[in-house]
C-alpha cells in the first residue's frame, strides 16, 4: 500500500524557517517524482514544487523560488521542503504528492500525503 | 496558464447527474486532471489526460473534452460524491488549478 506520511508542520514567526517532511513507503521511491502542493485555509490547491526521480531536476512556484528548497533523500525514502524567509501568505496545509508515472516528471499526481499545517504569524 | 471552472458551487440530490466544466486561458491537449477533496481531507486522484479514469475509481465519473474546455460527469451521484472538485492543468509550468467547485447536497 502506497503510504506517504507527513511530518514538520508547526507555528514559525515571519521570516522564519521551517522544514516539512515526507516519508515514503509502498513503492518504489527513487523512481518516481515528487511534489508539494498547499492550500491556504478555507482556499483552493495551489502548486508550489517539484523534484525528479533522482533529484536533479527541480521545479518551483515563482512565489516560493530562492526561499523554498525541495529535496529527497533516496536512501531514505524521504522527501522535503525546506521554506525560509516565510510570510503571513505562505501559511496553509502543505501536501506531499507522488507523480503518476515512474520516471517522467508529469505534474500530475496520484496518492497524497495527510497534509500538515503551516502557520505563518508573530 | 488560468484554469476557471463553473459553476463554483452546484446543488444536487442523491441520483442525479451533475457536470462540472472547466476551461484553460489556452489550449492544454488533453493535459487536464481531476481531483475530488472531502472537508479536512488530502485530494483524490480521479481522472487524468481528459478521459481516463484512475485505477479504482468509480466509472460513475467520466471525464471529456480537450484544447481548452473540458468537462467532469457525475451520474447516478451517491452521498460520499459530495465535496469540492478541482481541475488541474499539467500543460506547463506552473501546474495551475481551477478556483473548485462545491457539490453540495440539495
Known amino acids: 500500500e502506497v503510504q506517504l506520511v507527513q511530518s514538520g508542520g508547526g507555528l514559525v514567526k515571519p521570516g522564519g524557517s521551517l522544514t516539512l517532511s515526507c516519508a515514503a513507503s509502498?513503492?518504489?521511491?527513487?523512481?518516481?517524482?515528487m511534489n508539494w502542493v498547499r492550500q491556504a485555509p478555507g482556499k483552493g490547491l495551489e502548486w508550489v514544487s517539484s523534484?525528479?526521480?533522482?533529484?536533479?531536476?527541480?521545479y518551483y512556484e515563482d512565489s516560493v523560488k530562492g526561499r523554498f528548497t525541495i529535496y529527497r533523500d533516496n536512501a531514505e525514502n524521504s522527501l522535503y521542503l525546506r521554506m525560509s524567509s516565510l510570510r503571513a501568505e505562505d501559511t496553509a496545509v502543505y501536501f506531499c504528492?507522488?507523480?503518476?508515472?515512474?520516471?517522467?516528471?508529469?505534474?500530475?499526481?496520484?496518492?497524497w500525503g495527510q497534509g500538515a499545517l503551516v502557520t505563518v504569524s508573530s | 496558464i488560468q484554469m476557471t471552472q463553473s459553476p463554483s458551487s452546484l446543488s444536487a440530490s442523491v441520483g442525479d447527474r451533475v457536470t462540472i466544466t472547466c476551461r484553460a486561458s489556452?489550449?492544454?491537449?488533453?493535459?487536464l486532471n481531476w481531483y475530488q477533496q472531502r472537508p479536512g481531507k488530502a485530494p483524490k486522484f480521479l481522472i487524468y489526460?481528459?478521459?481516463s479514469l484512475q485505477s479504482g475509481v468509480t466509472s460513475r465519473f467520466s471525464g471529456s473534452g480537450s484544447g481548452t474546455d473540458f468537462i467532469l460527469t457525475i451520474t447516478s451521484l451517491q452521498p460520499e460524491d459530495f465535496a469540492t472538485y478541482y481541475c488541474?492543468?499539467?500543460?506547463?509550468?506552473?501546474?495551475?488549478f481551477g478556483q473548485g467547485t462545491r457539490l453540495e447536497m440539495k
Open positions: 504528492a507522488r507523480d503518476y508515472r515512474t520516471t517522467l516528471t508529469t505534474f500530475t499526481v496520484d496518492y
Open positions: 509502498g513503492f518504489t521511491f527513487n523512481s518516481f517524482s
Open positions: 523534484i525528479s526521480s533522482s533529484g536533479t531536476y527541480v
Open positions: 489556452q489550449s492544454i491537449g488533453s493535459d
Open positions: 489526460a481528459a478521459s
Open positions: 488541474q492543468q499539467s500543460y506547463s509550468t506552473p501546474p495551475t
